[in-house]
């Protein structure tokens, strides 16, 4: 099942794409979490309309909580990254990295990506984004895909000189539109294993990233797990599990994102997430 929110004439509306068009959940909620949170598969109206004629926001379009990221979480991304931490390729980190993108950051399919004038490195990362369907804290590996609903993409944009600016990865993470979502969620049924998806970033056509979620440090199940020690994760919490290699910092020369650039972030069996690069308002 693909589960989406659109913009209605009075607010956000959850629905679900079917092979007839996009049928609104029933009874009517802009509320994707409280549908996760129900399980199953929730009731339509029944009046299909054609995917063309809706405008999608961001499968959930009003975070109660941030989306947690995992950082370098792809061996061959963390081995193009080595030399940046003074490491040998192989180095890889023994537990999950985690951070928080920032909500402000929020953004979804066909949103604007506006390239902030503080920084010259607007970056692209494609990250699988696991959606929890089911409550849970200390959650055992062997149970994590239990608390699994489905998966959705994210475009983890990034501003690198800020990253390294500031030391860390928050702020230069949390800037206004660097969360694109979408651009709908799949549930884990329709998706199969999430730990053996191609991903693939273009960027003005041009293929970029082009791997498999096989590639990942540590699985979903992993993740899952490791996050819920003592931290209760909630139906509707986003968790972006790392990008792959070939991020633009890293080509020569740079190839990070510009205005009027256009760039894809596809995972199988789920779609294709699309942004355009803007420049800020009155330049």
């Known amino acids: 099942m693909k589960l989406l929110t659109y913009e209605a004439g009075n607010g956000p509306r959850v629905a679900v794409l079917t092979e007839a068009g996009v049928e609104d959940v029933a009874p009517e909620t802009g509320d994707a979490e409280a549908v996760i949170a129900a399980g199953g598969t929730p009731k339509t109206n029944g009046n299909p309309m054609p995917l063309g004629t809706v405008k999608l926001l961001a499968p959930i379009a009003e975070l109660k909580r941030p989306v947690v990221a995992v ?4 061996k061959r991304h963390a081995d193009e990254s080595a030399h940046r931490r003074n490491e040998q390729p192989g180095t890889y980190p023994e537990i999950p990295v985690f951070f928080c993108k920032w909500p402000g950051s929020h953004n979804g399919p066909e949103g604007e990506i506006v390239h902030h004038s503080i920084t010259n490195y607007v970056d692209y990362e494609c990250e699988l984004v696991i959606v929890i369907g089911r409550e849970g804290v200390d959650i055992p590996k062997d149970k994590a895909l239990d608390h699994v609903y489905g998966y959705t993409i994210m475009n983890e944009v990034s501003a690198r000189d800020i990253q390294r600016r500031h030391g860390q990865w928050f702020k230069g993470k949390a800037l206004d539109t660097f969360g694109p979502l979408g651009p709908w969620i799949v549930t884990k049924d329709e998706t199969g294993d999430g730990n053996n998806l191609g991903i693939e970033t273009r960027l003005n056509g041009e ?11 540590f699985d979903v199940e992993t993740v899952v797990s490791v996050l819920s020690e003592g931290f209760t994760l909630y139906p509707g919490d986003l968790i972006a599990t790392g990008t792959a290699e070939g991020v633009g ?6 190839g990070v994102m510009k205005v009027g650039d256009v760039v894809e972030c596809e995972i199988e069996k789920i779609g294709i997430l699309r942004n355009k690069i803007v420049a800020p308002e009155g330049e």
């Open 249 to 254: 910092l890293f080509m020569e020369p740079s």
């Open 71 to 74: 950082g370098l979480n792809y």
């Open 207 to 217: 293929v970029r990233q082009n791997s498999n979620t096989n590639d990942m440090i």
